[in-house]
């Protein structure tokens, strides 16, 4: 078995495991928990390697204190990263512990079985546990290289249904979120941004705020505002008083060219690809072979999007002699105390970051943003917890953006409607943006507004596999020549930065609304064509499966164009090494352009299923928000300021909305777990993509697939 990566900064076996004397073991992790039920994959897990039962185990959350540094949880990385640590610390604890029950019956390990951490001697029938041997105590020791954990025919927890950690609570609405701390003497703050990115503070007259009842700081440093009050009403009204008493300097706008102009237009640099690695090598020129019988090109836009969390974000501080507390819904409790250290000039040991649950993540959203707005109010006032929470139009205007994207693409054909040649050209800001230590630099937000404020570090150009722009841009398919190029395009005018999938949803749904017009050009059956080119086995039983669950093969896949109703597939395989997933899409189009989803069916391999349900629920939450990015979302902004602050100017899918969802998985119980958080983002918006053009015969290539946009495509024939 391949040793996890997340043993070289956390090699000692008491990193991941604690046996209690009470038959609790404690299980650590770096990740986070914020709705993929990680917690009760990784429960399950080690109960399995550990032959204990699931109630006995402690998933510990993610703190800078006692938790392994595993950097952000991120990339659909978490199981095989953090899940083969825990399984593999798991494995080494109970062969650790075999052998000291080995001693302690004066038995021979092979003739010692192990019953929910009861470890019993057949031959003599003698009984010691886990915690009699180990409770209270540390192992000392490094997880070996050798570990063997268990053999699939072996288990009787992982791939069964399991009981998700937490989801009672969070369906009764008894779950503690961030926003719900309360520690005795607590205050609450509010915070107050400028206008714009590109505004500063001019003047201030706050001394009617610091009289308004409750009020106890006005926090001011550089143009970064925010007030600490007894009550959170008061934090409420105090702020409000606060942004009608400041003068901004807006002289400066923001550009609002058409961004697709500016993506085109702007100063970039680019790179081709080689294996999904970009080569610091010319860009090659575009030229289709001279035998094609076809050559087609098609651009396929999105703009910027945004994380939309339904709950804003929030975090609590507490600064004293000690050093800086903080509790946060961040995605990565040491990178962001890295953050914090050198914003506030504190040693990293004197800040502890705990996680603490917040309402929805999806990237990187305000949630870090957010904490060090906390801990400037905090060092305000020390001594007292503040709690902070940012506003709608807080999370809406401020947050980093998922970048707006282009893809440029061409493709010819053979007589035999094969493709000779596959040319892809993406076009983006950077996806890759979280903040970390940065040196004089920051990317955390009141930085730049701070007396004197750091500056965001210049974006480099990410040159890893599959990483940020370039992330899923290379085709599974088979294709004997294929050009695929990265811009990393300068002075755009939005802070951007890790949204789900990063490239991928913008690439993927590129290529197979590309895969569907080269299929139509040749008068192929979108599937067939797909099946023509691809020879992975293992991308082609998901496509298969998807296709059969849909009755696609009855020739049932839509009425065709002008009839309303339609039916389209895609594929991809996320980073094109992680969950192959395949998304067929029933949809209806009414004679006013309004797109209504009817069915959506999933096919997907994420190597052994440790739990099908959270499984389900990832590949099912990602097609949601992808048909929510692809029908509706949208940032709009001006010189002045971003324009949509509110759900009426950022709407996104509702709940009547959804389709019915039916999944299909594929268990390969001798293979890797495969990360599959971010699998169906990007098909689905291509799946959403050729349906409608099965149904009324119109090619829509920028998203949001709204109204407006399918009568303009109408219109333009």
């Known amino acids: 078995m391949t040793r996890s990566g997340s043993f070289v900064n956390n090699p000692g076996l008491d990193t991941w495991l604690e046996i209690h004397a009470d038959g609790r073991i404690t299980v650590n992790t770096g990740k986070v ?131 998700g950690d937490g989801f009672e609570a969070l369906v009764s609405g008894s ?113 289709p072979p001279e035998n094609a019988a076809a050559t087609i090109s098609a651009t396929y836009q999105r703009p910027y999007i945004m994380h939309a969390s339904i709950g804003p974000s929030a975090a609590m501080a507490l600064f004293d002699a000690d050093g800086l507390n903080v509790w946060s819904h961040t995605q990565g409790v040491y990178p962001l105390r890295q953050a914090l250290a050198t914003v506030m000039d504190l040693p990293e040991d004197a800040i502890r970051v705990r996680h603490v649950p917040g309402a929805g993540c999806y990237g990187h959203n305000g949630a870090d943003d957010v904490v060090l707005d906390a801990a400037l109010a905090a060092r305000a006032v020390p001594g007292r917890p503040v709690l902070l929470k940012w506003e709608r139009a807080d999370e809406n205007a401020w947050e980093p953006y998922g970048p707006a994207m282009q893809m440029d693409m061409q493709g010819s054909l053979s007589d035999a409607g094969k493709i000779l040649h596959w040319s892809g050209e993406t076009y983006s800001d950077t996806h890759m943006g979280r903040p970390a230590d940065h040196g004089n630099h920051s990317r955390l937000l009141a930085a730049w507004h701070m007396d004197p404020p750091r500056t965001a570090p210049t974006a480099q150009a990410a040159m890893g596999f599959h990483a940020g722009i370039h992330r899923n841009a290379d085709p599974i398919y088979d294709f004997p020549d294929r050009r695929l190029i990265k811009h990393l395009v300068r002075g755009l005018p939005l802070r951007t930065s890790a949204l789900r999938g990063l490239g991928a949803y913008a690439n993927v749904f590129a290529i197979e609304s590309f895969m569907d017009e080269l299929a139509h050009e040749c008068g192929a059956d979108p599937l067939e064509f797909r099946l023509k080119h691809l020879s992975d086995e293992r991308a082609r039983a998901v496509l298969e499966a998807a296709a059969e669950k849909a009755d696609w093969g009855s020739g049932n896949h839509g009425d065709g164009p002008g009839l309303g109703h339609g039916r389209g597939l895609a594929l991809a395989r996320y980073k094109n090494v992680k969950c192959y997933a395949a998304v067929v899409i029933d949809l209806d189009v009414d004679e006013f352009g309004a797109i209504k989803l009817e069915r959506a069916v999933i096919a997907a391999d994420a190597g052994q299923i440790v739990d099908p349900d959270g499984l389900k629920s990832q590949l099912e939450g990602g097609l949601i928000q992808s048909a929510s990015w692809t029908l509706k979302e949208q940032v709009d902004f001006n010189g002045g300021g971003i324009l949509s602050c509110d759900w009426e100017s950022y709407p996104i899918l509702t709940f009547p909305e959804v389709p019915t969802i039916e999944t299909v998985l594929i268990d390969r119980p001798d293979q890797p777990f495969l990360g599959a958080g971010e699998a169906t983002q990007g098909p689905t918006a291509a799946a959403i993509g050729n349906a409608v053009f099965n149904a ?21 024939g």
């Not at 390990?109 to 951490?117: F, R, Y």
């Not at 505004?199 to 409750?214: I, W």
């Not at 009324?696 to 333009?716: C, H, I, K, M, Y």
Request: charge should be negative; aromatic fraction near 6%; charged fraction near 25%.
């Open 696 to 716: 009324v015969g119109l090619r829509l290539r920028r998203t949001p697939f709204n109204q407006d946009r399918v009568r303009e495509a109408a219109a333009e």
């Open 175 to 287: 779950m503690m979120f961030v926003h719900d701390m309360d520690l005795p003497d607590m205050v609450h703050a509010r915070v107050v941004r400028p206008p714009h990115s590109l505004a500063r503070l001019q003047d201030l007259d706050e001394a009617p705020v610091r009289a308004m009842t409750g009020v106890i700081a006005v926090v001011r440093d550089g143009s970064f505002l925010a007030v600490v009050c007894e009550r959170e009403e008061q934090a409420v009204w105090a702020a409000a008083r606060l942004a009608e008493a400041a003068v901004w300097d807006e002289s400066k706008e923001l550009n609002s060219t058409d961004i697709f102009e500016q993506l085109k237009k702007n100063p970039r640099e680019s790179f081709p690809l080689a294996d999904g690695v970009p080569q610091d090598l010319p860009v090659p020129p575009l030229s």
């Open 33 to 163: 928990e914020f709705g993929q039920k990680l917690t009760t994959a990784f429960a399950v897990i080690a109960a399995e390697e550990l032959d204990v039962d699931l109630e006995r185990i402690i998933l510990r959350a993610a703190d800078t204190a006692v938790s392994p540094a595993e950097g952000y949880t991120s990339g659909s990385m978490s199981m095989e990263t953090s899940g083969t640590a825990i399984r593999q610390a798991a494995a080494a604890a109970r062969r650790i512990m075999l052998g000291m029950a080995a001693e302690k019956l004066g038995a021979a390990v092979e003739t010692l079985s192990v019953t929910d951490g009861d470890i019993g001697d057949g031959k003599s029938n003698q009984h010691v546990t886990y915690w009699d041997l180990m409770g209270g105590k540390r192992f000392d020791c490094a997880v070996p290289d050798d570990v063997t954990p268990k053999n699939p025919d072996q288990y009787r927890l992982i791939g069964h249904p399991v009981e």
